[in-house]
């Protein structure tokens, strides 16, 4: 009977093994999904105090902890944070004004073009009296006056194309931002319901966040479509912003029932769960309860029933299988039904407090699970049913939004290439006509105006051939061009009597400045020859009194550089004392180092010795003194190394003391030497003097040779330039004579 029982003990034991694995699995799994979102959830109670028989103090009554769930931060289309939508120009009515501009131009040219024509025609004849003719100013006027009201009348024509043409582009642009928006709606939303998705994955405020932008930005675009285009689609815009405010608020109440759901599974039914397993665990082992069979079996049943149920309803908030709560509740009933036929075994006391109070727990756990398995059943039904219904409702208006606007785009598009295509026809038609009209102007005055110009130039190049003997030009027009010919007639007449005169006065001139020229060449020869001598004599004084001068400042610069070299050698000879000065002060020191160096060494020595006397006396200790047997020997180790720093320390200051004594005898020869470099440069220092001295005078005396010997050359300069210039005015007048006769010769003129 005894085995019997400790297999069924065993076997309890094992199974109990496998199912606290089968949970701890289980709950695990649930608890990493809810980990970034859950209240922090308080340690399961630490079992009461057990009484003296084994049994679990309690007061027979359990008390419920309060619910906690998670404390968010608002969320939702009114808490996000919407990106900016497309910035969509609207198109405006052209304007007209520059079109009527340019038409207003056209006709003030017109018609000053007009009184331009009217009044450059009228000219005052040889007779006195005023006539009409068609003068230069005449077709001038009247040509470029038809080229400019052209001009006009093509950018009146091509300012009203172009204001379609632009008009319809700006069309063009409005329809494709709000193509874009549309575009950026639909996005949004189809973001918005991946948020949806991943918060049930992984309850973050990440996700409630990433909703909360992508439902905001999609509700601003869906709005901002209603401002452009809610005249064509104001009854569909509404029904978007409808639905999507309806997946707002459906998405609330989803997250409310997750954060109560998760509230009661963490912050109640844990510890619910947590207090009943620890009553029924210490009964289990209490020794009453052990002393009496059926009860120990119906109180390990009821602990196991319990641990059953937590895993099949964490097996039913995984999966969302309905029958896993089903078996949840029925393993709960159960355990109760355990529970109570254990309690029943024991009179009143402790056992029943400690039964009574997990009985209420877990009554209280399945009360609980009731409530959480209610909410798992509202967020299915909110996830599966109302958004799955109005998420693809509203992502499928907003493409269909999307393709009327991209057709009404294409509309648009088209109604401006067909506007762009009249427009160029119609400035090109315009700029043919105006062309042509310009081009029959432009060919009626040319050949009015190059024929007696023509005439003009024959006439005008005769004389300048020398010509002027060819008969007047007959002109009978009475334009600009007439009145020239005339002209031209009458210069060549005043021009051949001004020739003739001009000849007879120049054969006078040449005769006089040929004599002239010769006695300036005389008088300018000598002045040269005067001015170059003095050159010469006043370049020789320059030169020597520039190498006086350089001889002074040679004698100058030498005495600057020799009184340098002597405050140099006595500051160096100064510095040598202080280096000598210095080098004793470094002997001195290293003997005292040197004297210290000995003392480490005795020290060394002496804690050598007493290492070696605690390495005896640990040996002596034997085992007991092994470890400070270790520490001798360190020591020892450490003294012996000192011991031998010291003397090469000691060796090394020995060597810098011979040195130092080397650089001081070194030190005393040098300050001998810069001794007499000193007394040496004060003698060169006074012979410099007095060379300077010298220099300084005669340089004086040269330049006041060298300045009345400079006013002297300036003098014969002057005279000389005077000659020059006399020379060359004689001479230019003389050429200048014979150019004009030259001149005068080529030309033609009648006896």
Same mark, same amino acid.
């Given at each position: 009977?005894?085995?019997?029982?400790?297999?069924?003990?065993?076997?309890?034991?094992?199974?109990?093994?496998?199912?606290?694995?089968?949970?701890?699995?289980?709950?695990?799994?649930?608890?990493?999904?809810?980990?970034?979102?859950?209240?922090?959830?308080?340690?399961?109670?630490?079992?009461?105090?057990?009484?003296?028989?084994?049994?679990?103090?309690?007061?027979?009554?359990?008390?419920?902890?309060?619910?906690?769930?998670?404390?968010?931060?608002?969320?939702?289309?009114?808490?996000?944070?919407?990106?900016?939508?497309?910035?969509?120009?609207?198109?405006?009515?052209?304007?007209?004004?520059?079109?009527?501009?340019?038409?207003?131009?056209?006709?003030?040219?017109?018609?000053?073009?007009?009184?331009?024509?009217?009044?450059?025609?009228?000219?005052?004849?040889?007779?006195?009296?005023?006539?009409?003719?068609?003068?230069?100013?005449?077709?001038?006027?009247?040509?470029?006056?038809?080229?400019?009201?052209?001009?006009?009348?093509?950018?009146?024509?091509?300012?009203?194309?172009?204001?379609?043409?632009?008009?319809?582009?700006?069309?063009?642009?409005?329809?494709?931002?709000?193509?874009?928006?549309?575009?950026?709606?639909?996005?949004?939303?189809?973001?918005?319901?991946?948020?949806?998705?991943?918060?049930?994955?992984?309850?973050?405020?990440?996700?409630?966040?990433?909703?909360?932008?992508?439902?905001?930005?999609?509700?601003?675009?869906?709005?901002?479509?209603?401002?452009?285009?809610?005249?064509?689609?104001?009854?569909?815009?509404?029904?978007?912003?409808?639905?999507?405010?309806?997946?707002?608020?459906?998405?609330?109440?989803?997250?409310?029932?997750?954060?109560?759901?998760?509230?009661?599974?963490?912050?109640?039914?844990?510890?619910?769960?947590?207090?009943?397993?620890?009553?029924?665990?210490?009964?289990?082992?209490?020794?009453?309860?052990?002393?009496?069979?059926?009860?120990?079996?119906?109180?390990?049943?009821?602990?196991?029933?319990?641990?059953?149920?937590?895993?099949?309803?964490?097996?039913?908030?995984?999966?969302?299988?309905?029958?896993?709560?089903?078996?949840?509740?029925?393993?709960?009933?159960?355990?109760?039904?355990?529970?109570?036929?254990?309690?029943?075994?024991?009179?009143?006391?402790?056992?029943?407090?400690?039964?009574?109070?997990?009985?209420?727990?877990?009554?209280?756990?399945?009360?609980?699970?009731?409530?959480?398995?209610?909410?798992?059943?509202?967020?299915?039904?909110?996830?599966?049913?109302?958004?799955?219904?109005?998420?693809?409702?509203?992502?499928?208006?907003?493409?269909?939004?999307?393709?009327?606007?991209?057709?009404?785009?294409?509309?648009?598009?088209?109604?401006?290439?067909?506007?762009?295509?009249?427009?160029?026809?119609?400035?090109?038609?315009?700029?043919?006509?105006?062309?042509?009209?310009?081009?029959?102007?432009?060919?009626?005055?040319?050949?009015?105006?190059?024929?007696?110009?023509?005439?003009?130039?024959?006439?005008?190049?005769?004389?300048?051939?020398?010509?002027?003997?060819?008969?007047?030009?007959?002109?009978?027009?009475?334009?600009?061009?007439?009145?020239?010919?005339?002209?031209?007639?009458?210069?060549?007449?005043?021009?051949?009597?001004?020739?003739?005169?001009?000849?007879?006065?120049?054969?006078?001139?040449?005769?006089?400045?040929?004599?002239?020229?010769?006695?300036?060449?005389?008088?300018?020869?000598?002045?040269?020859?005067?001015?170059?001598?003095?050159?010469?004599?006043?370049?020789?004084?320059?030169?020597?009194?520039?190498?006086?001068? %350089? !001889? /002074?400042?040679? @004698?100058?610069?030498?005495?600057?550089?020799?009184?340098?070299?002597? &405050?140099? *050698? =006595?500051? #160096? $000879?100064?510095?040598?004392?202080?280096?000598?000065?210095?080098?004793?002060?470094?002997?001195?020191?290293?003997?005292?180092?040197?004297?210290?160096?000995?003392?480490?060494?005795?020290?060394?020595?002496?804690?050598?010795?007493?290492?070696?006397?605690?390495?005896?006396?640990?040996?002596?200790?034997?085992?007991?003194?092994?470890?400070?047997?270790?520490?001798?020997?360190?020591?020892?180790?450490?003294?012996? %190394? !000192? /011991?031998?720093? @010291?003397?090469?320390?000691?060796?090394?200051?020995?060597?810098?003391? &011979?040195? *130092? =004594?080397? #650089? $001081?005898?070194?030190?005393?020869?040098?300050?001998?030497?810069?001794?007499?470099?000193?007394?040496?440069?004060?003698?060169?220092?006074?012979?410099?003097?007095?060379?300077?001295?010298?220099?300084?005078?005669?340089?004086?005396?040269?330049?006041?040779?060298?300045?009345?010997?400079?006013?002297?050359?300036?003098?014969?300069?002057?005279?000389?330039?005077?000659?020059?210039?006399?020379?060359?005015?004689?001479?230019?007048? /003389?050429?200048? @004579?014979?150019?004009?006769?030259?001149?005068?010769?080529?030309?033609?003129?009648?006896?």
């Amino acid at each position: 009977m005894s085995i019997t029982l400790q297999t069924l003990s065993l076997l309890r034991t094992v199974s109990r093994a496998f199912m606290l694995v089968a949970i701890l699995i289980v709950v695990t799994t649930a608890t990493f999904a809810q980990s970034q979102h859950a209240a922090a959830v308080p340690a399961p109670s630490e079992p009461q105090t057990a009484s003296d028989s084994g049994v679990p103090a309690s007061s027979g009554t359990y008390v419920a902890p309060t619910l906690e769930t998670e404390r968010r931060a608002s969320f939702g289309i009114a808490a996000g944070t919407a990106l900016p939508p497309t910035v969509v120009e609207v198109a405006t009515e052209p304007d007209h004004s520059l079109f009527w501009m340019f038409a207003i131009s056209a006709g003030a040219v017109a018609a000053f073009m007009l009184f331009a024509v009217v009044r450059s025609a009228r000219v005052i004849g040889d007779d006195g009296r005023a006539a009409f003719a068609a003068t230069l100013g005449f077709k001038l006027y009247g040509g470029f006056g038809l080229l400019a009201v052209g001009i006009l009348v093509i950018a009146a024509v091509a300012t009203n194309a172009t204001n379609s043409i632009t008009y319809s582009v700006r069309q063009m642009g409005e329809k494709s931002g709000v193509s874009l928006i549309a575009a950026g709606s639909s996005e949004h939303f189809v973001a918005t319901r991946s948020a949806v998705r991943k918060y049930l994955l992984d309850h973050d405020e990440a996700s409630l966040k990433e909703f909360s932008d992508r439902a905001a930005s999609a509700s601003v675009r869906v709005e901002r479509l209603n401002e452009l285009v809610g005249v064509e689609f104001g009854r569909e815009l509404d029904k978007l912003l409808q639905d999507m405010a309806s997946y707002d608020a459906n998405f609330a109440l989803l997250v409310a029932a997750v954060d109560e759901r998760d509230g009661i599974v963490d912050s109640q039914m844990s510890l619910a769960a947590g207090r009943a397993v620890t009553l029924l665990k210490a009964l289990t082992n209490a020794p009453s309860v052990l002393a009496n069979r059926e009860a120990q079996l119906a109180t390990s049943t009821g602990l196991d029933e319990l641990m059953l149920a937590r895993l099949s309803f964490f097996r039913y908030l995984r999966s969302g299988t309905h029958s896993f709560a089903t078996t949840a509740e029925a393993e709960a009933k159960a355990g109760l039904q355990c529970i109570a036929t254990a309690a029943a075994a024991f009179a009143p006391g402790a056992e029943s407090k400690a039964y009574a109070e997990a009985s209420q727990a877990i009554t209280f756990w399945h009360e609980r699970m009731a409530r959480a398995c209610e909410l798992k059943a509202t967020r299915d039904k909110i996830f599966n049913e109302t958004l799955a219904t109005i998420g693809p409702a509203v992502s499928t208006a907003l493409g269909s939004l999307g393709d009327e606007i991209d057709k009404h785009m294409l509309t648009a598009r088209t109604d401006a290439q067909v506007t762009a295509s009249m427009g160029t026809a119609l400035i090109g038609w315009s700029a043919g006509a105006v062309a042509l009209a310009a081009l029959l102007v432009a060919f009626f005055i040319t050949s009015s105006i190059t024929g007696p110009i023509h005439r003009v130039m024959e006439a005008v190049q005769r004389v300048a051939a020398g010509d002027l003997t060819s008969k007047p030009m007959d002109e009978k027009s009475h334009d600009e061009v007439g009145r020239m010919t005339k002209a031209v007639n009458a210069m060549s007449v005043a021009l051949a009597e001004l020739v003739g005169e001009v000849q007879t006065g120049s054969a006078q001139i040449d005769s006089g400045a040929a004599q002239i020229s010769s006695a300036s060449q005389s008088l300018s020869t000598g002045a040269s020859n005067q001015a170059a001598s003095l050159q010469q004599i006043s370049a020789s004084m320059e030169e020597m009194a520039a190498m006086t001068d %350089r !001889s /002074a400042g040679q @004698a100058q610069e030498a005495t600057d550089k020799s009184s340098k070299s002597r &405050t140099a *050698a =006595d500051k #160096g $000879q100064t510095e040598m004392k202080e280096m000598t000065q210095a080098m004793n002060d470094i002997k001195s020191s290293s003997r005292e180092i040197a004297k210290i160096i000995k003392v480490i060494d005795e020290i060394a020595f002496q804690t050598n010795l007493l290492a070696l006397n605690a390495a005896v006396e640990a040996a002596r200790a034997g085992d007991a003194g092994a470890g400070f047997a270790v520490v001798a020997q360190e020591v020892r180790s450490l003294a012996q %190394r !000192s /011991a031998e720093a @010291a003397r090469t320390t000691a060796t090394m200051i020995e060597d810098a003391t &011979t040195r *130092a =004594d080397r #650089g $001081q005898q070194i030190a005393a020869r040098v300050d001998g030497s810069l001794g007499e470099i000193t007394s040496a440069t004060a003698e060169v220092n006074a012979i410099l003097a007095n060379i300077l001295t010298a220099s300084t005078e005669q340089a004086k005396g040269i330049g006041e040779v060298n300045g009345a010997i400079g006013e002297l050359d300036r003098v014969t300069q002057q005279n000389a330039g005077n000659s020059e210039e006399l020379a060359a005015g004689a001479e230019e007048t /003389a050429a200048q @004579a014979t150019s004009l006769k030259g001149l005068v010769a080529r030309f033609k003129i009648a006896s």
